[in-house]
């Protein structure tokens, strides 16, 4: 038997979608899994019960990663009840569409809030807390690429934390710890597929070259990658998993 400690791994917006997918595919690889999420405890609750049921181990913390405070008081807690963190995986965001000269304020704020100070807040904790060759994986997005109307608060959001996570695998040097961004394209979670027609969906669907929607389990895939042995050489990068999309 290994006697080396489990290693953790911390997914914030994990009860749902991509970040589900992501905390389960973790926790078979092996981690014990931290699953964050910042509203309904329900499906936070049901995914770490259905970890323990396929022999893994996973506890919720809820923390609004947008609070710096409770960012701070998650970190704390995985140091008290886990001993440290291997893995951050900032899977937590929020999606507003609308053209640039119709975005209110309040939609700005928001999605700045989140995604980009959401993101900063993990990032430095994890900067001063991660174990020495642990690993970080950010979420950006293929919309960053493809500059579409009605994106350009969110993809500037994610142009964000791409030039963030260059930064830090820079600063990181010396310690054995990666950072890297996944940036997904269209991607058949229920957030996705929500108000949108079947004809939309189908459109969109076919412009990737494989034409089909990602699936969840294609993103924790590449994360899966990033985050294990495999991964160990791949750094300061971004990458496009899209199926071809751009």
């Given at each position: 038997?290994s006697?080396?400690?489990?290693?953790?791994?911390l997914?914030?917006?994990?009860?749902?979608?991509?970040?589900?997918?992501?905390a389960?595919?973790?926790?078979?690889?092996?981690?014990?899994?931290?699953?964050?999420?910042?509203?309904?405890?329900?499906?936070?609750?049901?995914?770490?019960?259905?970890?323990?049921?396929?022999?893994?181990?996973?506890?919720?913390?809820?923390?609004?990663?947008?609070?710096?405070?409770?960012?701070?008081?998650?970190f704390?807690?995985?140091?008290?009840?886990?001993?440290?963190?291997?893995v951050?995986?900032?899977?937590?965001?929020?999606?507003?569409?609308?053209?640039i000269?119709?975005?209110?304020?309040?939609?700005?704020?928001?999605?700045?809030?989140v995604n980009?100070?959401?993101?900063?807040?993990?990032?430095?904790?994890?900067?001063?807390?991660?174990?020495?060759?642990?690993r970080?994986?950010?979420?950006?997005?293929?919309?960053?690429?493809m500059?579409?109307?009605?994106?350009?608060?969110?993809?500037?959001?994610?142009?964000?934390?791409?030039?963030?996570?260059?930064?830090?695998?820079?600063?990181?040097?010396?310690?054995?710890?990666?950072?890297?961004?996944?940036?997904?394209?269209?991607t058949?979670?229920?957030?996705?597929?929500?108000?949108?027609?079947?004809?939309?969906?189908?459109?969109?669907?076919?412009?990737?070259?494989?034409?089909?929607?990602?699936?969840?389990?294609?993103?924790?895939?590449?994360?899966?990658?990033?985050?294990?042995p495999?991964?160990?050489?791949?750094?300061?990068?971004?990458?496009?998993?899209?199926?071809?999309?751009?």
């Open positions: 038997m006697t080396q400690p489990q290693k953790v791994a997914v914030t917006g994990a009860s749902r979608g991509i970040g589900a997918a992501v389960q595919r973790l926790a078979r690889d092996g981690f014990a899994l931290v699953v964050n999420y910042s509203g309904d405890a329900k499906p936070a609750e049901a995914l770490v019960a259905k970890i323990a049921g396929a022999g893994g181990h996973a506890v919720a913390i809820k923390a609004d990663v947008s609070d710096p405070a409770a960012v701070g008081a998650m704390d807690r995985i140091d008290a009840e886990f001993g440290g963190l291997d951050l995986v900032n899977n937590a965001g929020i999606m507003t569409l609308s053209n000269a119709e975005t209110d304020d309040a939609v700005f704020d928001r999605q700045i809030a980009l100070k959401g993101t900063f807040n993990t990032l430095r904790e994890a900067a001063k807390r991660l174990r020495d060759g642990g970080i994986v950010n979420f950006s997005s293929s919309v960053v690429g500059l579409q109307p009605g994106y350009g608060v969110y993809a500037a959001t994610k142009a964000a934390v791409e030039a963030m996570t260059s930064v830090l695998t820079k600063e990181l040097r010396g310690r054995g710890i990666t950072v890297n961004a996944v940036a997904p394209g269209p058949a979670t229920d957030l996705f597929m929500h108000g949108k027609s079947p004809e939309l969906v189908d459109r969109l669907a076919k412009m990737a070259p494989l034409e089909r929607l990602g699936e969840p389990e294609d993103i924790a895939a590449v994360v899966a990658t990033l985050a294990g495999d991964g160990a050489w791949i750094n300061g990068q971004t990458l496009r998993a899209n199926g071809g999309i751009i």
